[in-house]
């Protein structure tokens, strides 16, 4: 059998005798490993000149014969080909970036501000259909966005910000270099200076939602920029989330300070407790404080017997449920003195409870800035 | 800024979302158009876009490479061949019976001349057409893709010589069945001149 050894071997000889003679002894499999032929078979304007190739066809026609051969099948590898036109590359390129950041949406990127796009954009110019695609991938970027405040935040920064996103459908957990942790929910972003912490303040910029469980350190605050809403603690846990109206936060555990981030160095900042919340308007920009809807317990260790009243006093009824749910009940002491219950209580929500109790005693309540007032006429 | 392969690999194991950016750029479309020789769009594009996922999931336990295009085509092909779903494309020639032309050299060149560019196209494609999908894949890697015999050798997984030995059975067949048909269209010809 016939090696391959002509394979790769190229001629370089230039005079046009001794290149005959080379090419006389070329076969197929040579016309086709010869790189310049391929470049000649493939170049229409060199096609058009007078070149070595198109010398050889004409002086010699059974060359030229088998050169159309190998021509041939340099066009037919190029043309079968599958085409695709470039849109779709970008569509198929964009699709499995996008699920890649879905499997790991805890990355944190360098946020790309507007101005680069453009940028991009100007140099882009030339090539149509990239610039077109580039500005469809702008206007997809301001449109997740553009309804909030979160933006004009992270444009105002000069200094690099990272961004963490959730694309996924399931909440994902992440540490920030403080050892801060965020759970941020499906299509929320948070995203913060790279030098994260090291000139004062901790500093976050939140859309969408997120839950904060921040790592104590009285000498750097942890500050959260949500819509409007200024939060600011120096270790405890809580939910931020930013809606079409303004923004919310929920107290987990320990204290929280919120303002509106306009009012930050004109007013004092409203202090929240456990199962408060805050709701920001950023309409009116006003804050209003309220009890959570589903108070949880603070402490850990409630035992069951915890809520079994026998003959109690009122006062101390009240007061147990002020420390296990950290919310302030407010009730005359005095007209109260002589309220005693008997009543055994156990999984119920913090104002099934309350109101339980209330109506054992004939008493009612007001849910209000924060916290329960207790209106009764005393037991006699 | 263009980067080398090797940069590119190093830092795309790294975790640089900007190397990732970069090699689909690079790639996407190599690799579709060879993935397109076995099989249908859909599939293709859900194969390398399964590739890339798996590469950035498992970015950091992956190997050196010394030829990434060689490496990214390894690992389409493998996928291809795995994947039970994929329905091949069907091509003609697969069980295609080599024939046995005795020289046409002289009645060629005649033809040659008076036929049109895209009328021999036509037949050239009709000729690899009638190839197996292993001397189509070749014919790709070699001609398309510009990949050496080492790394065709790579991709296809078989040794260098027998990537030399596939080439010139292909070119063989290829330059038998230009004669043959260059026959059948002659005698087509003479036919209609005698009538």
């Given at each position: 059998?016939?090696?391959?050894?002509y394979?790769?071997?190229t001629?370089?000889?230039d005079?046009s005798k001794?290149?005959?003679q080379?090419?006389?002894?070329?076969k197929?499999?040579d016309?086709l490993?010869d790189?310049d032929?391929?470049?000649?078979?493939?170049?229409?304007?060199?096609?058009?000149?007078?070149?070595?190739?198109?010398?050889?066809?004409?002086?010699?026609?059974?060359a030229?014969?088998?050169m159309?051969?190998?021509?041939q099948?340099i066009?037919?590898?190029q043309t079968s080909?599958a085409?695709?036109?470039q849109?779709?590359v970008s569509?198929?390129?964009?699709?499995?970036?996008?699920?890649?950041?879905a499997l790991?949406?805890v990355m944190a990127?360098?946020?790309v501000?507007?101005l680069?796009?453009?940028k991009?954009l100007l140099?882009?110019?030339?090539?149509?259909?990239?610039?077109?695609?580039g500005?469809?991938?702008y206007?997809?970027?301001?449109a997740?966005t553009n309804?909030s405040?979160?933006?004009a935040?992270?444009?105002d920064k000069k200094?690099?910000l990272?961004?963490?996103v959730?694309l996924?459908?399931?909440l994902?957990?992440?540490e920030?270099?403080?050892?801060?942790?965020?759970?941020?929910?499906?299509?929320?972003?948070l995203s913060?200076e790279?030098?994260?912490?090291?000139?004062g303040?901790?500093?976050?910029?939140l859309?969408?939602?997120?839950?904060?469980l921040?790592?104590?350190?009285?000498?750097h605050?942890?500050?959260?920029?949500?819509n409007?809403l200024l939060?600011?603690?120096?270790?405890?846990?809580?939910?931020?989330?930013?809606?079409a109206e303004g923004a919310?936060v929920?107290?987990k555990?320990?204290k929280?300070?919120v303002i509106p981030?306009?009012?930050k160095n004109k007013?004092?900042?409203?202090?929240?407790?456990?199962?408060?919340?805050a709701?920001?308007?950023?309409?009116?920009?006003?804050?209003?404080?309220?009890i959570?809807e589903?108070?949880?317990a603070?402490?850990n260790k409630?035992?069951?017997?915890?809520?079994e009243?026998?003959?109690?006093?009122?006062?101390?009824?009240f007061?147990?449920?002020?420390?296990i749910y950290g919310?302030?009940?407010?009730y005359?002491?005095a007209?109260?003195k002589?309220?005693?219950?008997d009543?055994t209580?156990?999984?119920?929500?913090?104002?099934t409870?309350?109101?339980i109790?209330?109506?054992t005693i004939?008493?009612?309540?007001?849910?209000a800035d924060?916290?329960i007032?207790v209106?009764s006429?005393?037991?006699h | 800024?263009v980067?080398?392969d090797?940069?590119?690999?190093?830092?795309f194991?790294?975790?640089?979302w900007q190397?990732?950016?970069?090699l689909?750029?690079?790639?996407?479309r190599?690799l579709?158009?060879?993935g397109r020789?076995f099989?249908?769009d859909d599939q293709?594009k859900?194969l390398i876009?399964?590739?890339?996922?798996h590469?950035w999931?498992?970015?950091?336990?992956l190997?050196?490479?010394?030829?990434?295009?060689a490496y990214?085509?390894?690992?389409?092909r493998n996928r291809?061949?795995k994947?039970?779903?994929?329905?091949?494309?069907v091509?003609?020639?697969?069980?295609?019976e080599?024939?046995?032309?005795?020289?046409?050299?002289?009645?060629?060149r005649?033809?040659?001349a008076t036929e049109?560019?895209?009328?021999?196209q036509?037949?050239v494609?009709?000729?690899i057409g009638?190839?197996?999908?292993?001397q189509?894949?070749?014919?790709?890697?070699?001609?398309?893709?510009n990949?050496?015999?080492?790394e065709i050798?790579s991709?296809?997984?078989?040794s260098?010589?027998a990537?030399s030995n596939?080439?010139?059975?292909?070119?063989r067949?290829f330059?038998?069945k230009w004669a043959?048909i260059l026959l059948i269209?002659?005698i087509?010809?003479?036919?209609?001149t005698?009538t």
């Amino acid at each position: 059998m016939r090696s391959d050894a002509y394979l790769g071997h190229t001629h370089t000889a230039d005079h046009s005798k001794t290149l005959m003679q080379d090419f006389n002894h070329y076969k197929l499999e040579d016309f086709l490993a010869d790189s310049d032929f391929c470049h000649w078979v493939l170049s229409p304007e060199r096609q058009r000149s007078y070149s070595k190739w198109s010398i050889l066809k004409e002086q010699n026609p059974a060359a030229g014969l088998v050169m159309d051969q190998a021509a041939q099948l340099i066009r037919y590898a190029q043309t079968s080909a599958a085409e695709l036109p470039q849109y779709q590359v970008s569509q198929q390129i964009n699709r499995i970036l996008k699920d890649a950041r879905a499997l790991e949406p805890v990355m944190a990127l360098p946020i790309v501000k507007p101005l680069i796009p453009w940028k991009k954009l100007l140099i882009a110019a030339s090539v149509l259909v990239s610039a077109a695609l580039g500005w469809m991938l702008y206007l997809q970027n301001r449109a997740f966005t553009n309804q909030s405040v979160y933006h004009a935040y992270v444009d105002d920064k000069k200094q690099t910000l990272l961004e963490v996103v959730n694309l996924a459908e399931d909440l994902k957990t992440f540490e920030l270099p403080d050892k801060s942790k965020i759970t941020l929910y499906p299509s929320s972003r948070l995203s913060y200076e790279k030098a994260f912490g090291e000139n004062g303040n901790r500093e976050v910029y939140l859309e969408g939602k997120a839950f904060f469980l921040v790592k104590k350190d009285q000498t750097h605050p942890f500050l959260v920029f949500a819509n409007g809403l200024l939060t600011r603690v120096v270790g405890t846990s809580f939910h931020v989330e930013t809606t079409a109206e303004g923004a919310s936060v929920k107290v987990k555990t320990g204290k929280v300070e919120v303002i509106p981030v306009e009012d930050k160095n004109k007013k004092e900042l409203l202090l929240l407790t456990p199962n408060q919340q805050a709701y920001f308007s950023s309409k009116e920009n006003t804050l209003q404080k309220s009890i959570v809807e589903q108070p949880l317990a603070i402490e850990n260790k409630v035992s069951k017997t915890d809520f079994e009243f026998i003959n109690q006093p009122m006062s101390e009824v009240f007061e147990k449920l002020r420390r296990i749910y950290g919310i302030d009940i407010m009730y005359d002491e005095a007209v109260l003195k002589d309220c005693y219950v008997d009543v055994t209580l156990s999984n119920e929500t913090f104002f099934t409870k309350l109101d339980i109790l209330c109506k054992t005693i004939g008493a009612t309540y007001q849910n209000a800035d924060g916290r329960i007032t207790v209106t009764s006429q005393g037991c006699h | 800024m263009v980067k080398s392969d090797a940069d590119l690999w190093e830092e795309f194991k790294n975790g640089e979302w900007q190397a990732f950016e970069q090699l689909l750029e690079s790639y996407y479309r190599p690799l579709y158009q060879y993935g397109r020789k076995f099989t249908t769009d859909d599939q293709v594009k859900d194969l390398i876009h399964d590739l890339f996922l798996h590469l950035w999931d498992y970015r950091s336990n992956l190997p050196e490479v010394n030829n990434l295009k060689a490496y990214l085509f390894t690992s389409l092909r493998n996928r291809i061949f795995k994947n039970q779903k994929v329905e091949f494309l069907v091509f003609p020639g697969d069980h295609f019976e080599q024939s046995d032309p005795s020289d046409q050299q002289n009645i060629e060149r005649n033809i040659i001349a008076t036929e049109t560019s895209s009328e021999s196209q036509q037949r050239v494609n009709r000729i690899i057409g009638s190839l197996t999908r292993r001397q189509q894949e070749i014919i790709h890697l070699k001609f398309f893709q510009n990949l050496s015999n080492n790394e065709i050798a790579s991709v296809m997984e078989i040794s260098p010589p027998a990537v030399s030995n596939l080439l010139y059975h292909t070119l063989r067949l290829f330059k038998e069945k230009w004669a043959l048909i260059l026959l059948i269209s002659l005698i087509s010809i003479d036919w209609i001149t005698s009538t």
